[in-house]
């Protein structure tokens, strides 16, 4: 280098594939999740895509006779005529219960075993879906215990003038990955504290991670609404007389809406999960015994 030539530090030396390193900007996390995302996308989406069709599609039968009992009651009432809801509401919210944790637990399955497959891809470990399946399936429980726990900790949170709410979610998000690789943790302890030693970045990338979600979703049900609006809009004929036909159909055709939306939503399931794993892995490496990426795999054997 030539004297009057400034001083240039040396390169950067690349971080742990999967951890990054300790002094990771945000415009690395983001890199490294999208990475995460990039390379996954298609074998994760399939994992959550199957994940949610199956609960789903047994949803359909009593979500739609539970749709079409609510309109009947709804007509009679406007029609001022004595609503007797009767037992029929309550047999189909007793069906509904169960396949409603049966859709939690797919989802935390689906969460636990995508996680794993991204890092497993990371590291440069061969890729094996089936395995990834099995440890999800393993493990989904225990994460929709913990998400169970978190629901009426955020409701009393949101009831608290609604920004300690949104405080709590973002405290306890660590939770899905603390499950794939920490088990037998308290993960919710362990999610506060993790977000805490880094508390405003951690944040921040956790927002962004939820803005991008959510504008898929977004997207999704914006497209679903298409189908919806102009099922209803042939239920009315226009002298005002009602379309008994499409009335029937409307119930089932909103299941079937439901369950695509569902299986749709799955790429937004996956870079929830890479956004969330960037952040995790990134607030592994800024402790003092910061694990490598080969080592969290590892943990997940």
Known sequence: ??????????????????TGTPD???????????????????????????????????MLVPGA????????????????????PGGTLVVLYLVMLPLALLLLYAQSAAQVAIMRLIAREAVGRPRDIAADVRFGLRRGWVLGLWQLLEIPIVLVGFCACIIPGYYLQLAMSQTPALVAFEPGRHALRRSFRLMHSDFWP?????????MIVGMFGGVIGMIAEIPMVATMATAAGPDGTVNATSV???PWLFGVFFVLVLVASAPGVVAQCAGALGTYTGLRAKEQDAPTGEELVAAME
């Open 1 to 18: 280098m030539p004297p009057q030539a400034g001083y240039r530090p040396p390169p950067r030396t690349p971080g742990d594939p999967l």
């Open 202 to 210: 951690s944040v921040g990338r956790m927002l962004i991670t939820a």
């Open 248 to 250: 029937q159909l409307a």
């Open 65 to 84: 006779l539970l749709y079409a009992r609510l309109f009947e009651l709804s007509r009679l009432a406007n029609e001022g005529e004595p609503v007797h």
């Open 24 to 58: 990771e900007s945000f415009a690395g996390w983001f890199t490294r999740s999208w990475g995460f995302f990039r390379r996954n996308w298609l074998p994760a989406s399939l994992i959550a895509g199957g994940a949610l069709l199956i609960p789903g599609v047994l």
